[in-house]
């Protein structure tokens, strides 16, 4: 073509520097048009190269994916490992994947993305002893240390970590305080239910010794560690799992069904309003139970449903559907 008109659709090919969204002008008279916003993502989906060799070829693969079609977004979850791959909608998704697999030759496996759960104390423990005490010819280790662990409030969901020393006399010297809540903290990043971050609890130093040559930092820290991975076996436990906040406009028509399939999805309505025939339904759903849900409230609504989500924090997770690593 020589030329194209205002409102033409064109297909230009061979084109390295130009990105979507990009203004093409003739060099002459220089023009920047604002380009189209990018929708935020709505379903996100876990992918991987079938073969380890592919590993790196999928990571480039996706990262132009990107560049041409900016509503994907890829993103690796820093707690479960996986990389995901989000956009529009399943078709949308499944089309990326697709053309991966097409143009690169890489076998792509996709499905769904891991929730990162966590693990909480509901009954502590008190006065939990523990000794650590180390000798392998050189200089040894010695710590003792009283720890009392406790739920971080009466609400069992509550996410933090707090760290207190009521050790009085100098029983304990404050460098090695400190090196006890380290030990602490470290102990957090994998409970003893499935290995999932500890949250949403008090870990108080009661008391405590030393020895005059063979206390470190060291000896403390890792008395802090052990003696709280202990101790937490020691208390009764349980997993929280992530609640968002799910928010449902859709055609007045189809409210009993927007509300039958949240209640199916374990989903809590706290608010739901009607404006000019249109429902507006509120609710707290567990984050496993909105994978796959945009598909299905397009099945529900005839296509005329939309929704949007907030993360709210955590709640105790029922036993039948909380899995354990």
Same mark, same amino acid.
């Given at each position: 073509?020589?030329?194209?008109?205002?409102?033409?659709?064109? =297909?230009?090919?061979?084109?390295?520097?130009?990105?979507?969204?990009? *203004?093409?002008?003739?060099?002459?008279?220089?023009?920047?048009?604002?380009?189209?916003?990018?929708?935020?993502?709505?379903?996100? #989906?876990?992918?991987?190269?079938?073969?380890?060799?592919?590993?790196?070829?999928?990571?480039?693969?996706?990262?132009?994916?990107?560049?041409?079609?900016?509503?994907?977004?890829?993103?690796?979850?820093?707690?479960?490992?996986?990389?995901?791959?989000?956009?529009?909608?399943?078709?949308?998704?499944? =089309? $990326?994947?697709?053309?991966?697999?097409?143009?690169?030759?890489?076998?792509?496996?996709?499905?769904?993305?891991?929730?990162?759960?966590?693990?909480?104390?509901?009954?502590?423990?008190?006065?939990?002893?523990?000794?650590?005490?180390?000798?392998?010819?050189?200089?040894?280790?010695?710590?003792?240390?009283?720890?009392?662990?406790?739920?971080?409030?009466?609400?069992?969901?509550?996410?933090?970590? =707090?760290?207190?020393?009521?050790?009085?006399?100098?029983?304990?010297?404050?460098?090695?305080?400190?090196?006890?809540?380290?030990?602490?903290?470290?102990?957090?990043?994998?409970?003893?239910?499935?290995?999932?971050?500890? *949250?949403?609890?008090?870990? #108080?130093?009661?008391?405590?010794?030393?020895?005059?040559?063979?206390?470190?930092?060291?000896?403390?820290?890792?008395?802090?560690?052990?003696?709280?991975?202990?101790?937490?076996?020691?208390?009764?436990?349980?997993?929280?799992?992530?609640?968002?906040?799910? *928010?449902?406009?859709?055609?007045?028509? *189809? &409210?009993? &069904? #927007?509300?039958?399939?949240?209640?199916?999805?374990?989903?809590?309505?706290?608010?739901?309003?009607?404006?000019?025939?249109?429902? =507006?339904?509120?609710?707290? #759903?567990?984050?496993?139970?909105?994978?796959?849900?945009?598909?299905?409230?397009?099945?529900?609504?005839?296509?005329?449903?939309?929704?949007?989500?907030?993360?709210?924090?955590?709640?105790? $997770?029922?036993?039948?559907?909380?899995?354990?690593?």
């Amino acid at each position: 073509m020589e030329q194209a008109s205002a409102g033409e659709i064109v =297909v230009v090919v061979g084109l390295k520097s130009a990105r979507a969204g990009a *203004t093409l002008c003739a060099p002459g008279a220089p023009i920047l048009l604002e380009p189209p916003a990018s929708t935020e993502p709505v379903v996100s #989906v876990a992918v991987e190269a079938e073969r380890n060799a592919d590993t790196e070829k999928l990571a480039v693969a996706l990262a132009q994916a990107t560049e041409a079609d900016p509503s994907l977004v890829v993103r690796t979850d820093r707690e479960t490992g996986q990389t995901l791959l989000s956009g529009m909608g399943e078709l949308h998704l499944e =089309v $990326a994947a697709e053309k991966i697999r097409l143009e690169r030759g890489i076998t792509v496996r996709v499905g769904r993305p891991q929730v990162a759960y966590r693990e909480t104390v509901v009954r502590g423990v008190s006065g939990f002893v523990y000794r650590h005490v180390k000798q392998d010819g050189g200089a040894g280790q010695f710590a003792h240390v009283v720890l009392t662990v406790e739920p971080l409030s009466g609400h069992v969901g509550d996410t933090g970590f =707090v760290f207190e020393s009521s050790v009085v006399g100098g029983r304990v010297p404050r460098e090695y305080v400190r090196a006890v809540e380290a030990g602490c903290r470290d102990a957090l990043a994998a409970g003893p239910l499935g290995g999932h971050p500890v *949250t949403g609890l008090r870990v #108080v130093l009661t008391d405590g010794a030393t020895h005059v040559k063979d206390s470190s930092e060291i000896a403390f820290r890792a008395a802090g560690r052990f003696g709280l991975q202990q101790a937490l076996r020691a208390c009764a436990t349980t997993l929280l799992e992530p609640i968002v906040e799910v *928010t449902v406009t859709a055609p007045e028509d *189809t &409210a009993g &069904a #927007v509300l039958g399939d949240l209640a199916a999805r374990r989903g809590r309505v706290t608010a739901s309003t009607v404006r000019a025939a249109t429902v =507006v339904v509120t609710a707290a #759903v567990p984050l496993a139970e909105v994978f796959g849900y945009a598909t299905r409230l397009r099945s529900r609504t005839q296509g005329r449903g939309t929704f949007t989500t907030r993360a709210l924090g955590y709640a105790p $997770a029922p036993a039948a559907v909380a899995p354990v690593s």
